[in-house]
T-cell receptor, first 114, second 115 residues
Framework: AQTVTQSQPEMSVQEAETVTLSCTYD???????LFWYKQPPSRQMILVIR??????QNATENRFSVNFQKAAKSFSLKISDSQLGDTAMYFC???????????FGGGTRLMVKP | GAVVSQHPSRVICKSGTSVKIECRSL??????MFWYRQFPKKSLMLMAT?????????EQGVEKDKFLINHASLTLSTLTVTSAHPEDSSFYIC???????????FGPGTRLTVL
């Protein structure tokens, strides 16, 4: 079974600064997918970024980028130029190769301060 | 694209009644739909996976007779909480993925309160 660990329950960052959220996972699979989802106070889960394990290049989406270290089983999220709207819970998630099991980390609550 | 809706967004019911929650993929065909439960300030816990036209696969510890899941079409899945009790009060979220993508897109969730 896969496990996903987010070691930072809460983080805060000043508006316009950069913050990095940590995520590690454990799996015996070689091919899989990793995701970061954002859950704002509305509780709608929003896909932030997606990474395929077979791709060495780190995924980027505007202000969001990841540092994917496959050997270390690490998948951190970097948010640049933080905005007040980035305040939310952030969940790291692992999808197995079969695509039928999405395992979530415990979440990191991010507060962006003005 | 990839919009998933859920209805109702909030429901309050008396203990012993049954509640049905609908999950719809609005702009894509959802070959697989997932149902999650989320407790306050906690992560999402997968309850079951359903493929269109097949019986749902339940995770360990989830009572299939209590949480009835139907995935009758490629755009609709329903979760029925039967004989609901206060301990069933929670936030239920569905997600859907299509044949061409492994990414799950989530509905806005349903807050169930059982009195």
């Amino acid at each position: 079974a896969q496990t996903v660990t987010q070691s930072q329950p809460e983080m805060s960052v000043q508006e316009a600064e950069t913050v990095t959220l940590s995520c590690t996972y454990d799996t015996s699979e070689n091919n899989y997918y990793l995701f970061w989802y954002k859950q704002p106070p509305s509780r709608q889960m929003i896909l932030v970024i997606r990474q395929e394990a077979y791709k060495q290049q780190n995924a980027t989406e505007n202000r969001f980028s990841v540092n994917f270290q496959k050997a270390a089983k690490s998948f951190s999220l970097k948010i640049s130029d933080s905005q007040l709207g980035d305040t939310a819970m952030y969940f790291c998630a692992f999808l197995n190769n079969a695509g039928n099991m999405l395992t979530f980390g415990g979440g990191t609550r991010l507060m962006v301060k003005p | 694209g990839a919009v998933v809706s859920q209805h109702p967004s909030r429901v309050i019911c008396k203990s012993g009644t049954s509640v049905k929650i609908e999950c719809r993929s609005l702009d894509f065909q959802a070959t697989t739909m997932f149902w999650y439960r989320q407790f306050p300030k906690k992560s999402l816990m997968l309850m079951a996976t359903s493929n269109e036209g097949s019986k749902a696969t339940y995770e360990q510890g989830v009572e299939k007779d209590k949480f009835l899941i139907n995935h009758a079409s490629l755009t609709l899945s329903t979760l029925t909480v039967t004989s609901a009790h206060p301990e069933d009060s929670s936030f239920y979220i569905c997600s859907a993925s299509g044949a061409s993508t492994d990414t799950q897109y989530f509905g806005p969730g349903t807050r169930l309160t059982v009195l």
